[in-house]
């Protein structure tokens, strides 16, 4: 038999099911939320049980559920034994409603239409630049989430699921200061302030942000009682001014480089030279290797204006803002913390 030109001999024949199967990913994203939306995790957490038990218990078609759940264990996320029951795996326990750092907020949110619209009008994003969510909704990300007040909690929710295992590796991999007060910046639910305040029984700390956030903030509790308060206001035009340490999470991979400097230029003014900045972000690393920062990188092309940055990009940033990057430390988590001083 003829050897195809293109298919020498000798070289695997299935080139095809591994490009097409990346090709329908969003199956998977599919999948993974239809597990999330039925809570098949928590349901699973007393052990393991048919598709069809499964089914019963959740209000869901028998047949269809079995033939998600075969494609969700191909990923390691349930198991499939000989009986036909599905078990609860390593991978799909954050998938629990009742765990600590659980993701299932998370997981609803990044499988919204609101994400998946924007992620497939990703060519028009590379083809005119900017984001692909503002031609698609007809305003920005931010601004569309404060007129819409279900999107907007559906958004809080998700980053603050998303936040909690970062929040942690952060307060334990940086020696915050044993006193003085801490100003988070775009701090959302205030997490991270949470995590930085248990730790350090002694600090205070101010959690800046828009007011939908901060309605819902997580410092609540006689643990932190009388040693943080909450303010409302734009970063583009100040921020809290006193604060011994300023955090800047999550926040400057939401920009472009202009609007990045008028953010580290509110925070300068309101710091003495000396202060400490902390920039909670991927840094992303040369070369051609998987890193979560680069799938975050994608992401914010398609939502927003935004970016993942490498360290130089960091520094040159900083810089153009007042500051000096003084190092970066690498958490448990997949963001690093680029700390810099104000000069």
């Known amino acids: 038999m003829a050897t195809s030109p293109d298919r020498p001999t000798g070289e695997p024949r299935d080139l095809m099911a591994p490009l097409m199967d990346l090709a329908l990913s969003h199956l998977f994203s599919a999948a993974l939320r239809t597990a999330a939306h039925h809570r098949l995790a928590d349901h699973l957490a007393g052990g393991p049980r048919t598709a069809e038990q499964l089914a019963a218990t959740t209000g869901t078609h028998a047949p269809h559920l079995r033939r998600v759940l075969r494609y969700l264990a191909t990923r390691g996320i349930f198991r499939e034994d000989a009986a036909g029951a599905y078990h609860l795996t390593p991978a799909a326990q954050p998938l629990r409603t009742d765990v600590p750092d659980s993701l299932h907020a998370a997981v609803l949110m990044t499988t919204d239409e609101l994400f998946l619209r924007a992620s497939a009008a990703m060519p028009e994003a590379v083809e005119h630049g ?58 959302g639910r205030g997490g991270l302030l949470r995590a930085a305040l248990s730790r350090y029984p002694q600090l205070t700390g101010v ?77 992303l ?53 680029v700390e810099a001083v104000a000069e």
């Open 207 to 283: 959690l800046f942000d828009q007011g939908p956030p901060l309605t819902h903030h997580l410092l609540g509790g006689d643990e932190l009682k009388g040693r943080w308060r909450t303010q409302e206001g734009d970063f583009f035009a100040s921020v809290p001014e006193g604060g011994d340490l300023y955090v800047l999470k999550h926040v400057l991979h939401n920009w472009a480089d202009e609007p990045c400097r008028r953010i580290l230029r509110s925070c300068h003014r309101a710091m003495t030279a000396g202060s400490r900045l902390l920039v909670i972000e991927s840094v």
């Open 130 to 187: 900017g984001a692909s969510f503002e031609r698609i909704f007809g305003a920005p990300l931010f601004a569309h989430l404060m007129s819409d007040p279900a999107d907007r909690r559906l958004f809080d929710d998700g980053m603050s699921s998303l936040s909690a295992p970062v929040d942690e590796a952060v307060a334990a991999a940086y020696p915050f200061p044993a006193t003085g007060t801490v100003v988070d910046i775009g701090g």
């Open 285 to 337: 690393p040369p070369g051609n290797a998987p890193h979560f920062g680069k799938t975050m990188d994608v992401a914010m092309m398609a939502l927003l204006d935004g970016r993942e940055r490498t360290a130089q990009e960091f520094a040159t940033l900083l810089s153009a803002g007042g500051f000096r990057l003084t190092r970066v430390l690498p958490t448990s988590a997949f963001p690093s913390i």
